[in-house]
């Protein structure tokens, strides 16, 4: 499985079967330091039950630790997997 980031659509996306799964964000500063706003997941039917919201949250969260950005999740799948790592 390989996930896209589509830096231009503020993305990251899986594509397969015609189908795509993405979770999106927003780039922002917060008291100057910049930040990220993972605002949306969506994963079509054919895709549920597969880990592929899972598998699109942890490589985006690798990207925003990387990029050293103050991390915010008004998505409540990305929300919920923060606080189950114990890192929100």
Same mark, same amino acid.
């Given at each position: 499985?390989?996930?896209?980031?589509?830096?231009?659509? *503020? *993305?990251?996306?899986?594509? /397969?079967?015609?189908?795509?799964?993405?979770?999106?964000?927003?780039?922002? $500063?917060?008291?100057?330091?910049? /930040?990220?706003?993972?605002?949306?997941?969506f994963v079509?039917?054919?895709?549920?039950? $597969?880990?592929? %919201? %899972?598998?699109?949250?942890?490589?985006?969260?690798?990207? %925003?630790?990387? $990029?050293?950005?103050?991390?915010? @999740?008004?998505?409540?799948?990305?929300?919920?997997?923060?606080? @189950? /790592?114990?890192?929100?």
């Amino acid at each position: 499985m390989q996930v896209q980031h589509q830096i231009e659509q *503020c *993305c990251f996306i899986y594509q /397969a079967e015609g189908a795509e799964a993405r979770l999106e964000y927003r780039l922002f $500063q917060v008291e100057g330091q910049s /930040a990220v706003d993972f605002y949306h997941t969506f994963v079509p039917p054919e895709f549920r039950g $597969q880990g592929i %919201a %899972a598998l699109l949250t942890k490589v985006a969260l690798e990207w %925003a630790r990387h $990029q050293q950005l103050k991390i915010y @999740a008004s998505c409540s799948y990305v929300a919920r997997h923060l606080e @189950a /790592a114990g890192k929100n």
